[in-house]
């Protein structure tokens, strides 16, 4: 099976200029990140040749052997579930971790980032439709969390991401989006210090342009770039 991954991403970037021409937003505020995960490096360097600067992983090991087989200036996010004791691994090589759901993680991300004396930029992971199969924080507890996290000095929160369930029918997950964005918009009103809500990270392959509609500044788009994975 070949793969077209230059037609496959002008195709991803015409989708979302509809989308955005269909909500008036503008497309320069929409990044995608093409997530890699169990996919090659070759094929990495592939759609870096054709133009994609920026790339997701979601395991701690494999994103490590793959940024040091991998050459070309490319940005690095992590949207994985974490564990602590792995986030030595990740320390001043990647942009944005999306996947904080618990303070004791984020007090491991603080610790590290410290013996850099640099600021990790993170996302909150936030479980909108309370799945119990889902990571994230609650749409409850959100807040919280927030408060406790924006306390500690080398973790910027950059804004929300979530997961929401799959659908066939994409007016379903719809509201799941929206969700995040309307907790987004109150805890933006809340003007926590260290906070922003700039980052909203939500949409995949099949659901990125409901997502866009909804507000998404992030998408995380995977097979729609790379194919099916195995
Ligand atoms: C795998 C993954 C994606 C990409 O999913 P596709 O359906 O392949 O686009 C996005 N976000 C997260 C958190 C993922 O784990």
Known sequence: MSIDITANLRSIHQRIDDACQRCGRNSQHISLVAVSKKKPAQLITQAASAGQPLFGESYVQEFCDKHQQITAPI????????????????????ELIHSVDRYSLAKEINKQWAAIEQT???LIQVNVSAEASKAGTTVADAEALIRKVAELPHVRIQGLMTLPPYH????QVRPWFRQLRQLAQHIDGLHIANVSMDTLSMGMSHDFEIAIEEGA??????????????
């Open 217 to 230: 500044t992030l998408i995380r788009v995977g097979t729609a770039i790379f194919g099916e994975r195995e």
């Open 75 to 94: 940005r690095w996010h992590f949207i994985g579930a974490l564990q602590s004791n792995k986030v030595k691994y990740l320390r001043g090589t990647t």
């Open 168 to 171: 066939d029918d994409l007016e």
């Open 120 to 122: 990790a930029n993170i």
